[in-house]
Nanobody, 119 residues
Framework: QVQLVESGGGLVQAGGSLRLSCVVS????????MGWYRQAPGNQRELVAR????????NYADSVKGRFTISRDNAKNTMYLSMNSLKPDDTAVYYC????????????WGQGTQVTVSS
């Protein structure tokens, strides 16, 4: 069974930076396109960044483009999200999961990591 463990969140002032990590176990990590999702209070969960199996191709939501960078290390079964120029609107719980055009996210989600950006 897949296990997704997110970490690296915290409280940061607007304009600051954070780096999130996601350690994946229970699956062959390298064969799955992966992504970072976030959910703010009262909002639906949204996909903010996606990376293909090799890491060569990435996609971002318009709201984070130019500020966030997604990456992965298949040898470590780990994915990262570097977040710069953070804004209060980035405040949310961040989750990692599969982000494939041909398969739904894994049914099991991690606990997420809270990112809070103060103004």
């Amino acid at each position: 069974q897949v296990q997704l463990v997110e970490s690296g969140g915290g409280l940061v002032q607007a304009g600051g930076s954070l780096r999130l990590s996601c350690v994946v176990s229970g699956i062959t990590f390298s064969i799955h396109d992966m992504g970072w999702y976030r959910q703010a209070p009262g909002n639906q969960r949204e996909l903010v960044a996606r990376i293909t199996t090799s890491g060569r191709s990435t996609n971002y939501a318009d709201s984070v483009k130019g500020r966030f960078t997604i990456s992965r290390d298949n040898a470590k079964n780990t994915m990262y999200l570097s977040m710069n120029s953070l804004k209060p609107d980035d405040t949310a719980v961040y989750y990692c999961n599969r982000a494939s055009s041909t398969a739904a996210p894994f049914g099991s989600w991690g606990q997420g990591t809270q990112v809070t950006v103060s103004s």
